[in-house]
C-alpha cells in the first residue's frame, strides 16, 4: 500500500488525519507528474493506486479533516483536483483513440454515477478536448456572501512515437467577489476583514465528495465557461406571462385584466 513514509520518515508526531491527508496528497501529485510525462503504464499504476486509496477511506471519518488540509493552495484543493480529473479524462480518451494494446491497464475514468452527476464541459463530452492545445476549465466555489473562481488550463505535450500526449496543468487567475444581504458587491474592504483562507465560503463536505477526485457534486462543482461567467450581473430576462383565459377558454382582453371579469348573458 502507499504511504508518504516509505523512505523512512518518523510519523509519530502526526495526526492520523495529516498523515491520510499526505497520503492522497502525494497520490494526487504523482498521478499529475505522470499525465506531464504521457507514460501510460504510470498514469495507469498511478490512478489505480488512487482509486484503492479512496476506496478504504470512504469508510473513514477522518475524510472530513483529510479534505479541510487538502483545500489549501499548498495542499491540493478542489479546482486542481478537478483540472486533474479532465486531465485524465483527456489522456483516457487519446489512447483510446489510437487503440492501444495497453488500454486495459488504464482504468476507466468516473462514471456519471460516480460523481454525483456532477456535469461535465461540451469539450470532453464531444471529445475536442483531445484536440485541444490548450484545455481551459474553471472551478466556482460560492456561499451566500462569497463566491470565488479558479480558472486553469491542460497543456498538451506532444510525445513521439505512438502514445497519448502528455498533459500538464497550468493555474491561472482566482477570482473573488463578496456580497452583501441583497446581493450587491461589497467594497473591496471587505477583503481584508473576510481574507480569502478564512472565508465564509461553503467547505468541503465529506457528504457530498464523489468519486476518486473527492469532488462536490451539484452547483459547487459546475464548470462555469466564459460564455457563463460573461453573463455575470446581468438582468435576468423577464417572463413571458400567458394570457388569461375565461372557462370557456375564450382569450381575456387586455384591459379586462385590470378588474374581474363580467358575467355574461
Not at 6 to 13: D, I, L, P, T, Y
Not at 49 to 69: F, N, P, Y
Not at 195 to 212: F, Y
Amino acid at each position: 500500500r502507499f504511504s508518504p513514509f516509505a523512505m523512512g520518515q518518523q510519523s509519530s508526531n502526526l495526526s492520523e488525519t495529516k498523515i491520510k491527508a499526505l497520503e492522497l496528497q502525494q497520490l494526487y501529485q504523482a498521478l499529475e507528474s505522470s499525465l506531464a510525462k504521457g507514460r501510460l503504464l504510470d498514469v495507469g499504476e498511478a490512478y489505480r493506486q488512487l482509486l484503492t486509496w479512496c476506496k478504504e477511506i470512504r469508510r473513514d471519518e477522518v475524510l472530513s479533516g483529510v479534505l479541510e488540509i487538502l483545500s489549501h493552495e499548498e495542499g491540493f484543493p478542489a479546482w486542481r483536483r478537478q483540472a486533474l480529473e479532465e486531465a485524465y479524462r483527456i489522456f483516457y480518451d487519446e489512447a483510446a483513440e489510437l487503440a492501444l494494446e495497453e488500454l486495459p491497464k488504464l482504468p476507466e475514468p468516473p462514471t456519471s454515477e460516480d460523481i454525483g452527476f456532477r456535469p461535465l464541459s461540451e469539450e470532453l463530452l464531444n471529445g475536442q478536448a483531445v484536440q485541444q492545445e490548450i484545455y481551459e476549465g474553471s472551478f466556482t466555489d460560492s456561499s451566500l456572501l462569497f463566491r470565488r473562481r479558479w480558472d486553469y488550463e491542460i497543456h498538451r505535450i506532444q510525445q513521439t512515437g505512438l502514445t497519448p500526449s502528455g498533459r500538464k496543468i497550468v493555474a491561472k487567475v482566482a477570482m473573488s467577489r463578496y456580497f452583501d444581504a441583497a446581493g450587491e458587491v461589497v467594497d473591496k474592504a471587505l477583503q481584508a476583514v473576510l481574507p480569502v483562507k478564512e472565508c465564509c465560503s461553503a467547505r468541503e463536505d465529506a457528504r457530498a465528495a464523489k468519486g476518486p477526485f473527492l469532488l462536490p457534486k451539484g452547483a459547487r462543482g459546475q464548470r462555469s465557461g466564459p460564455s457563463e461567467a460573461s453573463k455575470e450581473g446581468r438582468p435576468k430576462p423577464v417572463p413571458k406571462m400567458e394570457p388569461l383565459h375565461f372557462e370557456d377558454h375564450e382569450v381575456v382582453k387586455p384591459r379586462a385584466r385590470l378588474s374581474f371579469p363580467q358575467p355574461r348573458g
